[in-house]
């Protein structure tokens, strides 16, 4: 699955490279790659010069388990010394995320066994443009999740890789 993203992500290049002024980004989670096998694809677009809004859906399997996931993040670019422009640069904003997993099984008194978790992170990071056209975005902060009416907090991090358009 990660191949067929990556050919979508080089097609693509090859039609927007001559864009300078970039608009959005389409990207993937690289950074949970050998952990478990989940499946993300984003699309942060540019609201204003430093604001962008990112959405990206989420998909995988994993011992019997189908997970979906759901998330929203804003983000503002701290841009206003360095003067580039959003994608590129710092940036700083909220996430929200919403996954739903279910169990493969299912029991005749009970049905397939489901969970829901929401999550609100606060993240910091740095998007590098290479070569005009590829994104980078390592990216880390601190998180707080309600999972089965248990909160849990904890460190968040993530990179990811994406074309620019």
């Not at 949970?32 to 694809?41: A, E, K, P, V």
């Given at each position: 699955?990660?191949?067929?993203?990556?050919i979508l992500?080089?097609?693509?290049?090859?039609?927007?490279?001559?864009?300078?002024?970039?608009?959005?980004?389409?990207?993937?989670?690289?950074?949970?790659?050998?952990?478990?096998?989940?499946?993300?694809?984003?699309?942060?677009?540019?609201?204003?010069?430093?604001?962008?809004?990112?959405?990206?859906?989420?998909?995988?399997?994993?011992?019997?388990?189908?997970?979906?996931?759901?998330?929203?993040?804003?983000?503002?670019?701290?841009?206003?010394?360095?003067?580039?422009?959003?994608?590129?640069?710092?940036?700083?904003?909220?996430?929200?995320?919403?996954?739903?997993?279910?169990?493969?099984?299912?029991?005749?008194f009970i049905?397939?066994?489901?969970?829901?978790s929401f999550?609100?992170?606060?993240?910091?990071?740095?998007?590098?443009?290479?070569?005009?056209?590829?994104?980078?975005?390592?990216?880390?902060?601190?998180?707080?999740?309600?999972?089965?009416?248990?909160?849990?907090?904890?460190?968040?991090?993530?990179?990811?890789?994406?074309?620019?358009?």
């Amino acid at each position: 699955m990660k191949n067929y993203l990556l050919i979508l992500i080089c097609m693509i290049s090859a039609f927007t490279m001559m864009s300078q002024e970039k608009k959005g980004v389409i990207k993937t989670d690289i950074s949970g790659i050998n952990d478990y096998n989940f499946y993300q694809l984003g699309y942060e677009f540019n609201i204003k010069e430093n604001n962008s809004f990112e959405v990206g859906i989420g998909f995988g399997s994993e011992r019997g388990i189908n997970i979906y996931g759901l998330s929203l993040q804003g983000r503002y670019y701290l841009n206003n010394i360095s003067k580039i422009i959003a994608p590129e640069g710092f940036h700083v904003g909220p996430r929200i995320l919403a996954i739903y997993a279910e169990s493969n099984e299912s029991s005749a008194f009970i049905g397939k066994e489901t969970a829901f978790s929401f999550e609100i992170d606060g993240l910091i990071g740095y998007q590098f443009l290479i070569s005009n056209i590829i994104t980078l975005d390592p990216y880390i902060g601190g998180g707080i999740a309600i999972v089965e009416n248990q909160t849990v907090t904890g460190l968040v991090w993530g990179v990811t890789l994406g074309v620019a358009f």
